[in-house]
């Protein structure tokens, strides 16, 4: 994919959509960039039989899943201890970096086993063709992979499913830049195709579509 500082039109087919019960890619299905509070149902998953629905971003307010969960104050650190405890040995653990990639994930040896950075979506998984990250999140994953040699990964809450992007230091990613109303001003995000995303095998604590 080639790098560019403007949003380039895909002349190619749209591509597919993933299934966020299952994971299973299926480029029968198009992505339909939906509007911003839209909500369309796809199709149903040909390898798990759910229906898939695209959602766009909404600005509905949502109750924090921290409401539930009293000992946390921080959602960023309630959901990476999910993550933790959901996908990784016992005894593994995390730590706040407090920079763009914000966490350090320890194995149950102590040793860094990779890096991560949550995000929450007000969307379905499939609402776009590319999820956004700030493109200095990208540098730093980058700097950090050269440094430690490790994966780092980005861990999105999307309205149905919970998701990861593996960090692929040897791939030029698209640049896109996009205006913030809320900061008055351009910043360059790096868009990840939704089909790179591995859908994780567990799916509570989700808004729903």
């Known amino acids: ?31 339909p960039n939906v509007s911003r509070g839209a909500r369309e149902v796809l199709a149903d998953c040909p390898n798990c039989g759910e229906t898939v629905h695209a959602v766009g971003t909404t600005d509905e307010d949502e109750e924090s899943p921290l409401a539930t969960v009293h000992e946390y104050e921080d959602e960023e650190a309630w959901a990476v201890d999910l993550y933790v405890e959901r996908e990784l040995p016992a005894g593994s653990a995390h730590e706040d970096r407090g920079t763009d990639i914000d966490r350090e994930i320890r194995g149950p040896d102590g040793e860094v086993d990779h890096f991560l ?25 980058r700097a950090l992979h050269d440094e430690y040699g490790v994966p ?15 960090f692929r ?7 896109r830049g996009m205006y913030r109303s809320d900061r008055g001003q351009y910043e360059d995000h790096a868009l990840v195709p939704v089909e790179d995303f591995r859908v994780l095998g567990w799916g509570d604590h989700l808004r729903g579509v």
């Open 1 to 31: 994919m080639s790098s560019s500082k403007n949003y380039k039109s895909r002349t190619d087919p749209r591509p597919p959509v993933i299934c966020p019960y299952c994971g299973a890619v299926d480029a029968s299905i198009s992505n």
């Open 117 to 141: 950075e949550y995000k929450s979506r007000t969307c379905s998984v499939n609402a776009y063709a590319d999820t956004m990250f700030r493109d200095r999140k990208l540098a730093e994953a």
């Open 152 to 166: 780092v990964r980005f861990l999105i809450r999307f309205l149905d499913c919970w998701a990861v992007h593996e």
């Open 169 to 175: 230091p040897d791939r030029e990613y698209e640049i």
